[in-house]
């Protein structure tokens, strides 16, 4: 397997999307935590790479979905926001849990 290559963007905007497809995800953000959400299956970007040049990128699959959860942190969105209350409830009381085993 090819080693993937860093990526650096920013202001992303997707200009175009695909039919969605439901996806099982996760966050390093969210230890322990995963939630099908349904993503565009393809999403072509335009964004701007580090010398401030304007490119464009299409994404399919695994890549969409990877860009298109990163486009929700920048905009204050987690996973867990796509989750129902209860799901959320239980995380949130899990990751409580686990807070008070680790501070023992
Ligand atoms: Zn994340």
Redesign the pocket.
């Given at each position: 397997m090819a080693t993937p290559t860093p990526r650096c963007s920013s202001t992303p905007r997707i200009l175009n999307s695909s039919e969605n497809i439901a996806f099982e995800e996760g966050?390093?953000?969210l230890p322990d935590f995963t939630l099908e959400v349904d993503r565009a299956r393809v999403v072509h970007v335009q964004y701007e790479d580090l010398d401030g040049e304007t490119k464009t990128v299409m994404a399919e699959d695994l890549l969409a979905v990877a860009v298109q959860?990163e486009m929700d942190?920048l905009e204050g969105k987690l996973?867990v926001d796509y989750a129902s209350s209860v799901k959320k409830d239980m995380y949130k009381r899990k990751a409580r849990k686990r807070k008070a085993a680790q501070s023992l």
């Open positions: 966050c390093l953000s959860h942190h996973l």
